[in-house]
């Protein structure tokens, strides 16, 4: 980023470029608000008194993919960015900016992908705006989608369950900073679905079989995991992929994370998919998934719940958080130990 | 609209052309939360428990003007939102979707200026969003900026002010359908500074003078005004002007209101302005101004303390409600009666 004086895409791709853009410029002029957990947390979602608080913008190019729409995903990206910090979501914002020539048709199509999407989660939006602008490379539109929620009725029973294991534990929601040396990782299905589905959409390509995109609300399998207890930390691993996610994980809870490559669950039209494009599944974006971090003697318990829900089927223990080293590292299919680096920057742009 | 079946500019310019898509499109799926103000309100912004919660996107180009910027639209927008229904605002979550190539040294004056309008607010961002879109017709950045809010402090004395005049009076917060007949409308200062400034930005004109924007964010002045007591309802006369804001409130208060043209403040350069360009001064988009329905005997009380303030030192009496007609008209300075009607759209684009 040193050489360039402009925004580039990488920018917004999540990994390191668009991390260094927040901290060099956004948080020195915006950060700075004393709260529970605030911008500077860089969590999923603030917490201002009592309120749950996220704002997400979504720029997905096509509007529609394979799987899902950019209504779908904005619904789903905020209520689950308030249900990893262990919120049941309770009202919407939507703004919509429109682009001058967007098909009424397309603009209704995306309109009733929200309203299932917000049944799914049972959220409803509340408050919204309208802008239309020229017509340009937006691809049709942009959503904007705020949300507020409230501590989740299962919250007080996890957070209960996981002070029986660590006594010193005082965190009054499920923080990326909780995370502690001999938690389990647990991912709750398949990586890399949605930024291929999205990738085939913008090129045109197919991978044989049709890679769809698992993009949906988890508010419910997250409140089913609560209900079991013992989870400290949640993260959704989208822009960046699961390499990104956990990476941040590690350098904000300042522990080391080692993940087992052969139990990260990848469909195989995926891994073959991205073979062919030369991409690498841990640092595609994911919708509908979430890594949990949960104590050692819970992990069995939670991974079985997971395991009954449609949205968890596929879920699996990846990886431990060690005190080894403070980095992330990946046990290879192969045997040896590599480091898994933070992304520089999600190779699909515009996934979400 | 009807034989257009695609977005055209209009359909973000505040004005009928948006009504229509909203209540065509947008409330018929994402209405029908039953909160104490929902979608279906229509108003500025959303009330859920004890949370008032706004979402607002801002596309206004270029995005320095004279008197502003995006940044201060932004911060601006979101507070006289909350703070025209009677609330304090809390926290703020943002929203950025930048183009590819925006200038670091822009993007960094933007966040200055959001710093400053927040500082004069008294109000923190406490979440965001990063998005970066291919170079196309934005003209920078787009800004979405939502909001939390709480009661504000002096609004329970300005209902109970409220009650003392109109027993029968229930409403928890300044709503746009409390206006009832006998209200006096007051005006916080002239009108059309904030749409010539930016009409004169995109087009490169000057008008003598240098006419420059006032958005600025009105929360303390509104704090005032509620101290003194007796405000029914507030709106900011934003996209379709003051002719669009007082038949919104005409239509959900189902009340007529008539506005005296001779006591409309206008800067004689915004006048002249208009005229050069053949636009009505009622119909260009407006910030860092509002309108208050005030019950008669504390009319001149809440006038008396708003040109005590920098921000309503301009403020007129225009008007009142009355139930001998249930539209809006217009005294005008030659002494005749006109209707004014809603306007088609904001006569100015992306002013906001």
Redesign the interface.
Known sequence: MQNS?????????GGAV?GT??ER??LP?????Q?EV??EALDD??V??E?V???????V?PIFFPGGDIGRLAVAGTVNDLAVLGAEP??L?????????????D??LV??S??TS?DEAGV???????????????GGL?V???G?GKRSKALAHNLAVVRKCWRNFDARWVLDKNLRVGNKIILSGTIGDHGLAVLSAQEGLTFGSKIASDVKPLNHMIEQVLEVGGVVSMKDPTRGGLANALNEWSVKAKVGILVHEENIPIRNDVRIGCEMLGIDPLEVGNEGKIILGVEDEMTNDVLAVLKRTKEGKDAEIIGEVTDEFSLVAMKTVVGGRRILPMPVGDPV??I?
Do not use: Q
């Open positions: 004086e402009r925004i580039i895409m990488a920018h917004g791709a668009m853009l927040i410029f956004v002029y915006l950060g700075g608000f709260t605030g911008l979602a603030a201002v008194g309120v608080f996220k704002s997400d913008s979504h720029v190019r309770v009202a914002g939507c703004g919509f900016v429109l682009e001058e020539g967007l098909d009424f048709s603009f209704e309109l009733e929200m309203k917000c409803f939006v509340v408050t919204g705006d309208t802008k239309v602008v020229e017509k340009g490379a937006l942009v904007n989608m705020s507020i742009p515009r979400c």
